[in-house]
């Protein structure tokens, strides 16, 4: 063997290892159940740390052979690129690339529990995505410096296998024959065990199992229940969902029949980002608090989902969250803009975000001329900042309005959206986390100052909300108008393991305060489970709509003073969540087994999944078939 094959080699092997250590980042999340599942975590961790190293090394083999071909080498030979320094420079190239992206993936994963998918493909491509996540300068430019890191450590790396010097005689032992085939062994040795680990779980369900397999990105799960049914063992497949696809929409499901003298109430539906329900509090929200007690205050409200996406969805529609793609690609509005239109409202709508992320101006606004849609990002203002403004624009819509017309008006408030904004006299919870730099967070440590910012980005936004209640109060117009003030969902400070949203379906990152006022109801405080869900059904009740509500929603009505619902469903990107007065419980959009769900109790402790299945499986089924209920 030659010397520079022996070089290459080591660098190749060194490779591998700073990708393992790399891969610790998302190791560190599998739930070690026991030896057993710590065990299959090790054997994916060796094997498939081998797999991301030679995907990285296709591309630069690629590389190497385009790098041969008489024309193409002429002309690296003209700038004195030898074969030999294509080969390490292609390698370093994509072995850094291949870091970069493992080292996002963990960050993704750590923070939400999914890895790069076709949400953070939306969320890069749509406009205002990256926006929406409230970066500053100073986090872009930590990561950038943490993606510099990577291609200097293979280029120190490059360095230390060329000019090894007394460190020689150790390191190319990790290049020669012995050591390579032993490595190849005990891969391939991992590899065999977690495969027949996984397939076994597959036959006899362990969640332990299958959790330490989604750790890592780009998983290959085999399964033996062929096998295993030729030898009579046969899996149990009662526990087993699927969810079809939609191909197309039917909504609603009959036409709408109202009433043509029904009254035409004013509506002032006011969403705060990330507020959660205990954030309606005298201190925190004093002005949100008063208006509590003199409204309708839902005490147990959940939203429709753990991101906002879902989350305004099912409270325009009335709809589980796997509907949201076909009705985007179909561009088909809620139901309540369509009466709104057809009863001649008046409408602006606000957000302190952007309309376009996620894609409002294509779903619950589709029919909204963009003149009526208010948004701000790239105004280089603070989120507080834009709160405020566009306040005073809303109120400015109300004062000038036509007043021998209803209207409608809606403002999204981003205030309480990470990094939480508020200005000074705001401040009522210190310290607090006055740097807030996504990439140098320690969340075990800060999480408690990043609250606190939390804290005082709630008291801002009460402080508009404050306003709201003033005018409408001032102007009396709370005869007339129903006011709806609601999180689209919560907001998690690693009380369950996780910060933020989008991650788990834990009361933190899904109940939100649900405040409604409607002209002739009497204040109360409604202790009974309400979801997102049971919204669109009031709307349209009060807008005239004579229809069963079975008709247009899969929720009730929230403004009935009984249950209404045996379960509601909280929707994710790629997941849903059954919820009853007992238990929550995840499943897959896709298809799951019992061993891929996560089932707890209805404040989020843990439970015995049989537990769950023998008393839910007629819900459970329920569900399914109203994942598919709107359809053709």
Request: aromatic share 14%.
């Amino acid at each position: 063997m030659k010397p520079k094959d022996h070089k290459f080699h080591l660098f190749v092997i060194l490779g591998y290892i700073v990708l393992l250590i790399n891969l610790l980042g998302l190791l560190r999340y599998a739930r070690f159940g026991g030896l057993y599942s710590s065990i299959f975590s090790i054997a994916v961790w060796l094997p498939y740390g081998a797999l991301y190293l030679f995907i990285a090394l296709v591309p630069a083999l690629i590389v190497m052979a385009l790098a041969k071909i008489p024309p193409i080498s002429a002309t690296l030979q003209k700038c004195h690129l030898s074969q030999n320094k294509i080969k390490y420079i292609s390698s370093l190239t994509f072995f850094s690339i291949a870091n970069i992206l493992l080292y996002a993936d963990s960050f993704i994963y750590g923070n939400y529990g999914f890895h790069f998918n076709s949400f953070i493909w939306n969320l890069i491509t749509t406009p205002g995505g990256l926006e929406s996540m409230g970066s500053s300068a100073g986090t872009t430019f930590v990561f950038v410096l943490i993606c510099l890191c990577f291609p200097i450590i293979h280029g120190l790396l490059l360095l230390l296998v060329h000019y090894p010097g007394k460190l020689k005689l150790p390191l190319f032992f990790l290049s020669k024959k012995p050591f390579i085939k032993s490595l190849i062994i005990i891969n391939v040795v991992c590899f065999a065990f977690q495969t027949v680990g996984y397939g076994l779980s597959e036959i006899n369900p362990n969640p332990s199992i299958y959790n330490a397999s989604q750790v890592f990105p780009v998983y290959f799960p085999v399964t033996f229940k062929s096998i295993a049914k030729k030898f009579g063992v046969v899996a149990d497949r009662s526990q087993e969902i699927k969810i079809k696809d939609i191909a197309s929409v039917q909504y609603p499901l009959k036409e709408l029949n109202v009433d043509p003298n029904h009254k035409k109430y004013n509506i002032v539906w006011l969403v705060a980002e990330s507020w959660r329900w205990d954030m309606l509090d005298p201190e925190i929200s004093p002005n949100t608090w008063n208006f509590a007690q003199e409204s309708i205050n839902f005490k147990h409200h959940y939203s429709g989902g753990n991101g906002t996406r879902m989350a305004m969805f099912s409270m325009f529609y009335g709809l589980y969250g796997n509907y949201w793609f076909p009705f985007l690609k179909n561009r088909i509005q809620p139901l309540i803009m369509q009466r709104l239109i057809e009863d001649g409202y008046q409408m602006k709508m606000f957000t302190s975000a952007r309309f376009s992320y996620p894609e409002f101006d294509q779903t619950i606004f589709a029919s909204i001329p963009e003149d009526f849609l208010v948004q701000a990002f790239g105004s280089g203002t603070a989120g507080w900042q834009r709160d405020q403004e566009f306040t005073g624009e809303m109120l400015n819509f109300i004062e000038n309005r036509d007043k021998n017309k209803p209207f409608m008006t809606f403002m999204f408030y981003e205030s309480p959206h990470a990094r939480y904004y508020f200005p000074p006299e705001s401040v009522i919870r210190q310290p607090y986390l006055e740097d807030f730099n996504y990439a140098t967070v320690d969340l075990e440590n800060d999480i408690e100052l990043i609250k606190n910012r939390y804290i005082n980005s709630c008291h801002h936004l009460d402080s508009q909300l404050g306003r709201v209640i003033d005018y409408l109060k001032n102007e009396n117009l709370l005869d007339s108008t129903i006011v709806i003030m609601v999180g689209d969902h919560g907001e998690e400070f690693m009380e369950n393991g996780r910060w933020g949203h989008n991650s788990t379906y834990s009361d933190y990152q899904t109940r939100t305060p649900m405040i409604m006022h409607v002209p002739g109801q009497q204040a109360r405080s409604v202790q009974r489970i309400t979801c997102h869900l049971d919204i669109p059904g009031a709307i349209l009740d009060l807008m005239g709509v004579q229809n069963p509500i079975e008709d247009y929603s899969l929720g009730g009505n929230i403004l009935k003073d009984t249950q209404s619902q045996p379960y509601y469903v909280m929707a994710g990107w790629s997941r849903l969540c059954y919820m009853d007065n007992q238990y929550k419980a995840t499943f897959s959009l896709k298809s799951y087994n019992v061993a891929g769900m996560d089932i707890t109790t209805i404040d989020d402790k843990p439970v015995p999944t049989q537990e769950f299945f023998d008393n839910r499986k007629a819900q459970v089924l329920d569900m399914m078939l109203k994942t598919n209920k709107f359809t053709k």
